[in-house]
């Protein structure tokens, strides 16, 4: 911003970062709570829903303490889960795991196959029926600070710089959006969210974050062979030993698949190729046969918040509060954390609400970190707290046996032989040397049911004003290629799962590393996994990024 162009200001009651199922739920429960509470709701993405890829499966949990007659109000929950299985894989064949020994939590009955996308398109027209604001096509970009340091603020729709960051003729220097209250509710690794945990150091006593990688494509498959409600999770191949993580495919409406594969960033093996595991995967003959004669038809990537309960960071700060998948709220054995976000957005707008009844502002919202620690998302994460650890530290085959056995104890007795186990680093310090690894042949895509990413980012919609700043953002230009080239073989050019980042080599001239941005889906990938913690991911301009189609 310069001089001349002065931003303008708007003052709010309440001011909501992000519209997915925690920002919304805050947002409806404010004005549910009070209608004459000001309540303003930014997202980045073009439109609400833009960068949520469709296919998740939803305990409705949060949507029946929310809006309890959301039957009549006609949410899109069309599909309830009608049977549930998990496989272990092995290169050609498979096993499917008894039900027996699963311990009841992970039981889908009663939960739907939704499309998270239109799940939240349908809870903004709620919202807006109610009195909120919301402004798609807003990215935040800076925080807003008070005299005392608390947060009063964002600064939202600065458009019109130039690639080097200087205003360009178009520039439009955005406008600080006030409120007595701010509300992160970015997901995963959001840049804002990130920054209020550094200055107010809301890590401090906690445990570091974990993080998977999940890449996921909708398919429409032969009629035939699609069962609406079928749940498929597998373990083992193609991952194996390099890495931990396991597949979903559920059985949506209009004979749809969402298919996927999430990969635990805590591997070692810096050779590891996310998302050519994911390609081969679909190779597997039990998936080949159900892909057979289908197309895809949708692709992207986000990264998953696995830390759990150890990895909740202190989420209140002066001036508002992280919700959902900004702290980390995902129950990571049941593979959801759409129910979390939505309570978590409920019990923040309820302490907001308080405190602004009550003539306070710009505090902390104390009464919303103890509902999310001692309520039902606490209790809910709690059961579930030694699987990751356990996972990571012993392998699969043991988190099969011991995490079962934990989360059965936990259920029936509020007990664990194993106490409450540690996550002992970050995923990026978990990378090892290359030189320690053989590199991974993987198999070329076919084309037919496995592509190279470039073909699969068309499919992301995915689009970046050129012209603009890069928003991935070196924090020193040379370490890739002095730093991580050499010892980690440069890891960002396999991590990512749009081709963002490459090593271009030239005869007669040094090796150079080159950013993509234009490509990125907003996973987040590279500024978790990168081993020296060099890339920073910033929110680009408004609207831009993918812009997942309503399915």
């Known amino acids: 911003m310069t001089e001349q162009t002065p931003r303008e200001q708007m003052e709010y009651d309440v001011v909501i970062v992000g519209a997915g199922p925690s920002g919304l739920s805050a947002a409806i429960r404010l004005k549910q709570l009070d209608p004459d509470l000001s309540v303003v709701l930014l997202e980045k993405g073009s439109e609400v829903g833009a960068h949520i890829l469709s296919g998740a499966v939803l305990d409705p949990v949060g949507l029946n303490a929310l809006i309890p007659d959301w039957k009549e109000k006609g949410a899109p ?59 798609p096509g807003m990215a935040c970009s800076e925080l807003v600070y008070g005299e005392k340091g608390e947060v009063r603020g964002v600064v939202a729709g600065e458009f019109g710089k130039n690639a080097d960051g200087t205003p360009g003729p178009n520039y439009e220097p955005g406008m600080e959006l006030l409120g007595k209250y701010v509300l992160l509710a970015e997901g995963v690794r959001g840049s804002l969210s990130k920054q209020v945990m550094e200055k107010f150091d809301l890590r401090k006593g906690y445990g570091p974050q974990k993080y998977g990688l999940g890449m996921k494509e909708i398919w429409e498959i032969d009629p035939a062979k699609h069962k609406p409600g079928r749940i498929w999770h597998t373990m083992g191949w193609p991952l194996g030993k390099n890495a931990g993580g396991g597949s ?73 509060a992280l919700l959902g998948c900004s702290a980390g709220m995902v129950n990571v054995p049941r593979i959801k954390g759409n129910h979390n976000a939505m309570l978590s957005g409920k019990a923040a707008a309820e302490a907001a609400h308080a ?50 056995l934990d989360m059965w104890t936990n259920s029936l007795f509020n007990f664990s032989f194993f106490g409450t186990m540690k996550h002992h680093q970050t995923d990026a310090a978990d990378t090892k040397p290359a030189r320690d690894f053989a590199p991974i042949d993987y198999p070329k895509p076919d084309g037919v049911l496995s592509f190279d990413r470039l073909t699969n980012v068309a499919f992301s919609f995915t689009n970046h004003e050129e012209s603009q700043p890069a928003h991935l953002r070196l924090k020193d230009p040379t370490i890739p290629i002095a730093v991580n080239l050499p010892k980690y073989a440069e890891p960002a050019q396999r991590y990512c799962p749009a081709g963002v980042y490459e090593v271009v080599s030239e005869a007669g001239r040094d090796p150079r590393f080159v950013i993509n941005f234009q490509n990125c889906v907003h996973c987040k990938t590279c500024d978790i996994k990168d081993p020296s913690q060099n890339i920073d991911w910033t929110t680009p301009q408004g609207g831009d990024g993918p812009n997942y189609p309503n399915m």
Request: hydrophobic share 40%; proline share 7%.
């Open 355 to 404: 405190a602004i009844k009550a003539g306070r502002q710009s505090d902390e919202l104390s009464d919303y970190e103890q509902s999310v620690r001692k309520g039902p998302i606490g209790q809910d994460l709690w059961k579930v707290r030694n699987v990751k650890p356990i996972w990571s530290h012993l392998g699969l085959y043991a988190s099969m046996a011991l995490g079962g």
């Open 248 to 320: 979903f495919i559920y059985h949506a409406e209009n004979n749809q698949v969402f298919i996927g594969l999430v990969v635990h960033l805590n591997y070692e093996n810096p050779h590891l190729y996310p998302y050519q595991e994911f390609q081969r995967f679909k190779h597997h003959p039990m998936v080949a046969e159900l892909l057979k004669g289908g197309k895809r038809v949708a692709y992207g990537a986000r990264a998953i918040s696995e830390g759990g309960y150890q990895s909740l960071p202190k989420m209140v700060f002066p001036g508002g």
């Open 77 to 135: 929950l069309n599909t309830p889960v009608t049977e549930d299985h998990f496989f272990l894989l092995t290169p050609a064949g498979q096993t499917m795991l008894p039900s027996w020994p699963v311990p009841k939590l992970m039981d889908n009955h009663g939960n739907y196959v939704v499309s998270m996308g239109n799940v939240c398109r349908w809870l903004a027209t709620q919202a807006e029926e109610l009195g909120v604001e919301i402004f």
